[in-house]
């Protein structure tokens, strides 16, 4: 199903798509973060995949709940995006010779990852508000929350120490 097909008529189905879409994604992370982990080398990055794997996991069962609250078949779809972002990653990973300059590059990729989960949460609350589901809208601003934090740590070890050590 496209994104701009006749499948998809109305906010609710847009929303469930949509939920199909970011249950794919955090599935494919489930099992990514566990190959980025492995190659990292600074223990604090490391330990931050490891960290957010748990996180992951937890969004994924969190996606069920809310298939269930909207009474949706729990179901994923391809989402080109998360799988090009993930295929990207493991391209730089496999070019970077440099331990220091690989953990930089698997920042980024982490990074490109929770930016596009950011969007689709966001989007994904507004929706779920304009359809009267509140009750969706506060779990998925859990998880929304969750990965901002994400983002922010990553952001933090990447300035505070694995650019600055990839860079000499």
């Known amino acids: 199903m496209g994104l701009f097909t006749r499948d998809i008529q ?51 069962e969190r996606l069920e709940e809310i298939f269930r609250m909207h009474g949706a078949e729990v179901k994923a779809v391809d989402c080109p995006a998360i799988d090009g972002i993930i295929e990207e990653a493991d391209d730089v990973a496999g070019e970077v010779a440099d331990k220091a300059v690989l953990d930089a590059a698997l920042i980024n990729a982490a990074q490109a990852a929770e930016h596009y989960e950011i969007t689709r949460y966001g989007s994904l609350i507004a929706w779920a508000r304009q359809l009267g589901r509140n009750d969706c809208a506060s779990i998925l601003q859990k998880t929304l929350d969750e990965e901002k934090t994400a983002d922010k740590k990553l952001t933090t070890l990447a300035e505070g120490r694995v650019n600055l050590r990839a860079a000499s």
């Open 10 to 60: 109305t906010m609710n189905d847009l929303f469930i798509h949509q939920l199909q879409d970011i249950y794919y994604a955090e599935k494919q992370l489930v099992r990514a973060l566990p190959k980025m982990a492995e190659k990292a080398t600074d223990k604090l990055l490391k330990q931050g995949f490891l960290t957010h794997l748990d996180e992951t996991r937890t969004h994924v």
